[in-house]
């Protein structure tokens, strides 16, 4: 088809919304041609955070809550194209990561869902859709994840600097790409980036997020406290290695922060934002790099910016809308990319990153 078009879905562990981009891709080329958030509501929301723990009832909520979001999803794609006035013919395919319910890389018997169903999304929108990026590579041995570091790779890998990728999430990503072309792609879960002070500042002070990082900044960071966090076998372990709220979660914070009962709230939030950034600049330490690209939602906490340049003085650090790509849409248009990878019979996963035994083809592909 001319136009190259393919539409992107994703909504992430921070369940602010579902972000949909419309990407025009050829050949290395990825250009965002528009995008847009739908908020989760509220009622969908509770029931996420629900089932993301075994609990009773859980099937029947969850097969109730696959069809709900796999509307909402089919909305969101079709609201783009109504924004963008693009016929759904001009779109060769949506690549919907789906919702995050369960991850659990590293049990006997390795699993992963993601939720929102893809029969509903091609069904309302009439364009074939991909989706389910992640259990085959799991199937091949991998993590499922991170899936974003070979579009990444295509993105930004460059000849002269080693860079590195940083997706600020619920849960925070890197990509390592070294300037020297021999050296593989690496790439890894950190740790926690958004989520944990999301739920601090939703339990002190009934808000969503952090503006800004305004609170954090308020706070002074106890070393203490920070070295405690930081305490924690994930860091010590060796990519590739993925994590998410399952473990990072209200249950670990708080058991946490028990052992700190006086610290003052603004400090607890300060500490967790100097966390998020410590356990990222730890783990790269070893890597020679010369520039830092931010992208996802934490890129607009300037207190989180701050720190990175802080702890990484010699490092140049920069918002990806410097390379003209909105950091809020980079995971969305990664998810298109891995759509046409998928249509074009391409594989889509990284075995180095993802530890997998060799490159597969991801997802399914439901027809229009
Ligand atoms: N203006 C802002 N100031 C501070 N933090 C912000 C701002 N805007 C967004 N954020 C943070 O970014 C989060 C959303 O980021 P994003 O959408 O990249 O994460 P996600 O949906 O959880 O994705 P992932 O799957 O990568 O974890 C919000 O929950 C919030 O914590
Ligand atoms: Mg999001």
Not at 9 to 17: H, K, R
Not at 34 to 60: G, H, M, R, T, Y
Request: proline share 5%; aromatic share 8%; glycine share 8%.
């Amino acid at each position: 088809m001319a136009d190259d078009l393919y539409i992107g879905l994703m909504s992430g562990t921070s369940l602010d919304g579902i972000d949909a981009a419309l990407v025009q891709l050829n050949g290395d080329q990825a250009t965002v041609l528009d995008s847009l958030c739908v908020s989760l509501p509220v009622q969908l929301k509770d029931e996420i955070k629900f089932l993301v723990n075994p609990a009773e009832q859980e099937i029947n909520r969850l097969m109730t809550l696959d069809i709900q979001l796999g509307k909402l999803f089919a909305q969101t794609a079709n609201q783009l194209l109504e924004k963008t006035a693009t016929k759904k013919e001009q779109v060769i395919a949506i690549g919907s990561h789906g919702q995050t319910i369960r991850h659990w890389p590293t049990a006997e018997h390795a699993s992963t869902l993601q939720i929102a169903d893809p029969n509903i999304i091609a069904e309302q929108t009439g364009i074939t859709t991909v989706a389910d990026f992640r259990r085959r590579d799991m199937a091949a041995g991998g993590q499922g994840a991170p899936l974003v570091p070979a579009f990444h790779e295509k993105l930004f890998r460059d000849k002269t600097k080693n860079r590195v990728i940083l997706n600020l999430g619920g849960i925070a990503n890197v990509t390592l790409l070294a300037a020297d072309p021999g050296i593989p792609v690496t790439g890894f879960d950190t740790g926690p980036a958004n989520t944990l002070m999301n739920h601090w500042i939703g339990q002190q002070q009934n808000k969503s997020y952090d503006e800004n990082g305004k609170w954090a900044a308020s706070g002074k960071v106890d070393d203490a406290f920070l070295t405690h966090l930081l305490d924690d076998d994930y860091f010590q372990l060796s990519p590739p290695k993925s994590t998410g709220t399952e473990y990072f979660n209200a249950h670990w914070f708080a058991q946490k922060l028990g052992a700190f009962p006086s610290l003052a709230a603004e400090d607890v939030q300060a500490c967790l934002a100097a966390f998020t950034v410590k356990s990222i600049t730890d783990t790269i330490s070893h890597y020679p790099a010369d520039e830092i690209i931010v992208c996802g939602g934490g890129v607009h906490n300037s207190f989180i910016l701050q720190l990175l340049k802080e702890y990484m003085p010699a490092v140049t650090v920069n918002s990806s809308e410097a390379y003209g790509l909105n950091p809020d849409y980079i995971e969305a248009t990664a998810f298109a990319w891995l759509a046409k990878q998928t249509m074009e019979h391409k594989p889509g996963n990284l075995p180095e990153v993802t530890g997998a035994k060799r490159k597969v083809i991801l997802g399914g592909i439901y027809y229009k």
